[in-house]
């Protein structure tokens, strides 16, 4: 049985949603350090692209502490809580656009069973041998699978307590259709999770239309010669994501656009009293926003 206070490994990653987070990142840390004997050459520089923003140990001790902060207190806050809560048999989850694993093996550390989707096959593979090393690193049972295929391929019996879609509704294409099937594959009560950078922000369409020109859609060829539609950086707005889930059936659970200055700097309580409440004033967060954290749940 899984409840708030006596998750699989509380031990390891902590009871709450900071702790868990902190512990998780300390780990990543660690890993990053020794990932050459755990990946090939080619592996290991696409995992060091892929976190080029890793490892924080070498920063000094005040810009960590800011950057620890960001982490628990920003996107993955709202899921890490809902899996800390859970009650009953372990929840399953969808990590759909999984990348290198991650998000997908702290999810399985926080107790859930985990499908990890990518399209990419060599970020599965890098994923299937992270998750390895975590299982030997911590003497732990961690319930995650990697699937290379497009999301659209996936088997529609399959019934999920969670989708997560981290930075990745802006490459689905069609998103629309692919909210559609998050529904289907939703249990009754089930959420999807979408975490993206906000369209209404205007750096944020600066800096995509810097990276990728004006052509949005694209397709992309898997290692089975499979032609998929892809987009590049297609960013949905605040008010937009939640119309889009709306009209798949969706009800809104939560919807915070996350409001980043002073994010890292502040202390807990004032952070708590001050800084987070921006993150739910719709006016002003959709303008101003960097990212936005939006949960749609099917009716029970």
Not at 29 to 39: G, H, K, N, P
Not at 91 to 111: C, E, K, M, N, R
Not at 119 to 146: C, G, H, P, T
Not at 186 to 211: A, C, E, R
Request: proline share 5%; hydrophobic share 35%; glycine share 8%.
């Amino acid at each position: 049985m899984i409840d708030g206070k006596d998750t699989i490994l509380t031990p390891v990653l902590g009871a709450t949603y900071k702790e868990a987070l902190e512990n998780m990142l300390s780990h990543v840390e660690d890993e990053y350090d020794e990932i050459e004997t755990v990946l090939s050459q080619d592996e290991v520089a696409t995992y060091r692209a892929y976190y080029v923003d890793m490892p924080i140990r070498n920063l000094p001790p005040q810009l960590r502490r800011s950057a620890y902060r960001r982490y628990y207190r920003g996107y993955l806050r709202y899921i890490v809580n809902e899996l800390l809560a859970w009650q009953g048999d372990p929840p399953s989850v969808l990590d759909a656009g999984s990348g290198l694993g991650t998000q997908s093996i702290l999810f399985g550390l926080l107790g859930a069973k985990v499908q990890g989707v990518d399209l990419r096959q060599d970020r599965v593979i890098i994923s299937e041998k992270r998750a390895a090393r975590w299982r030997e690193k911590l003497n732990a049972r961690i319930d995650v699978q990697f699937t290379c295929e497009s999301l659209f391929n996936m088997p529609q019996e399959e019934k999920y307590d969670f989708i997560w879609i981290c930075q990745a509704i802006s490459h689905i294409d069609p998103a629309e259709d692919f909210i559609d099937l998050a529904y289907k594959l939703l249990k009754p009560g089930g959420q999807v999770v979408v975490y993206d950078p906000n369209g209404m922000y205007l750096p944020n369409q600066l800096f995509q239309l810097k990276n990728r020109g004006t052509q949005i859609h694209r397709s992309y060829t898997t290692h089975k010669g499979e032609t998929v539609k892809y987009a590049v950086e297609r960013l949905f707005t605040f008010g937009g994501i939640q119309r889009l889930l709306k009209k798949s059936g969706f009800s809104i659970a939560h919807a915070e656009c996350q409001f980043h200055r002073f994010r890292g700097k502040t202390d807990d309580a004032v952070f708590e009293r001050f800084v987070r409440p921006l993150d739910f004033l719709p006016l002003w967060t959709s303008l101003i926003g960097y990212e936005f954290v939006v949960s749609g749940k099917k009716p029970t």
